[in-house]
């Protein structure tokens, strides 16, 4: 695993502590099989243990689509077992993804559907290409989102536009998902993996084990009351007071030079 891999349906570069992980199944569209969702549960467990990995991309193969959801062709005959079998192993998979200590930003490089759009939402940050479209389609396939697209997108959007998307099925364009606060940024696709370097690089310049402290305050705070979300931040604020990373940060500031953080 030391460096980059490739894995039956996904590809990992690393680069500058920056991975890029590459969902490619190109012929279905990158969409997720359960033997991709697998893959997926390694990488995301490889990537968290690696301190040579600060920033990961996630992105799909092509220029058409990031992923356009879960397989229906494997999902057409598969019992109920099987079904709630796929939604457990992409809540595992895509938990990993969600509270891993490095930053993770989705590339979303073209249609972003269901799994799609739910494996985004599980990464910190999403940057869209202009030709990026975004929905869950699942009602219309006499289903609901499985990958956590109840839970992650009301709380990314609010309630009543999550029940929207999800009762009508509405394919949004990237500036509908930015205006709505589901895209971080919209590019130009031919610059998206750079202006996701680019970011990065702004992010890595910051002091990375605050981040990854930072990451954890808003994740589990989210998911509990003010009062005990301002009790953790208090604790993993003083936590930081006993790195290095803060003391060349503070100091810097007084001596007015430019801080050199590197702290993971
Ligand atoms: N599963 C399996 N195969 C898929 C797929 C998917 N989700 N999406 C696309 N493909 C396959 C197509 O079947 C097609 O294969 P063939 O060439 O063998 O026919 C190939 O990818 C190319 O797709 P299209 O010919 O349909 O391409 P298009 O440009 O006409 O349309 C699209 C693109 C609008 C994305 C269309 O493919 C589409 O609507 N895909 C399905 C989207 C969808 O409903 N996703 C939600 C799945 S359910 C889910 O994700 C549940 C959950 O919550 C986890």
Redesign the pocket.
């Known amino acids: 695993f030391q460096g980059g891999f490739t894995m039956n349906n996904l590809l990992m570069e690393v680069e500058n502590e920056i991975a890029v992980v590459t969902i490619n199944r190109p012929?279905?569209?990158n969409?997720l099989n359960s033997e991709t969702l697998a893959e997926l549960d390694q990488c995301f467990s490889e990537i968290s243990r690696r301190k040579d990995i600060r920033v990961v991309i996630l992105t799909g193969s092509g220029e058409k689509?990031f992923v356009?959801?879960?397989?229906?062709?494997e999902m057409v005959n598969a019992s109920p077992a099987e079904g709630r079998q796929m939604g457990l192993l992409?809540k595992e998979a895509f938990l990993k993804l969600e509270t891993m200590p490095q930053v993770t930003i989705a590339a979303v490089n073209g249609?972003a559907?269901?799994?799609g759009c739910?494996i985004s939402m599980a990464c910190d940050i999403r940057v869209a290409a202009e030709n990026a479209r975004f929905a869950q389609?699942?009602t219309g396939?006499g289903?609901l989102?499985?990958?956590g697209?109840t839970q992650r997108l009301s709380r990314l959007v609010g309630k009543g536009r999550a029940k929207e998307l999800i009762f009508t099925c509405d394919q949004i364009d990237a500036e509908e998902a930015y205006r709505i606060g589901l895209a971080n940024k919209v590019v130009p696709q031919t610059e998206l993996i750079d202006y996701c370097k680019k970011m990065a690089a702004k992010i890595m310049s910051k002091g990375s084990y605050a981040i990854s402290l930072a990451k954890e305050a808003i994740n589990t705070g989210m998911d509990t009351d003010l009062s005990s979300g301002l009790t953790l931040e208090a604790d993993l604020f003083g936590l930081a007071f006993s790195t290095e990373d803060k003391k060349e940060g503070m100091t810097a500031f007084l001596e007015k030079r430019k801080a050199d953080l590197k702290d993971f």
């Open positions: 012929k279905s569209l969409a689509s356009a959801g879960a397989d229906i062709s992409a249609y559907l269901g799994g739910e389609p699942e396939l289903i989102p499985g990958f697209g």
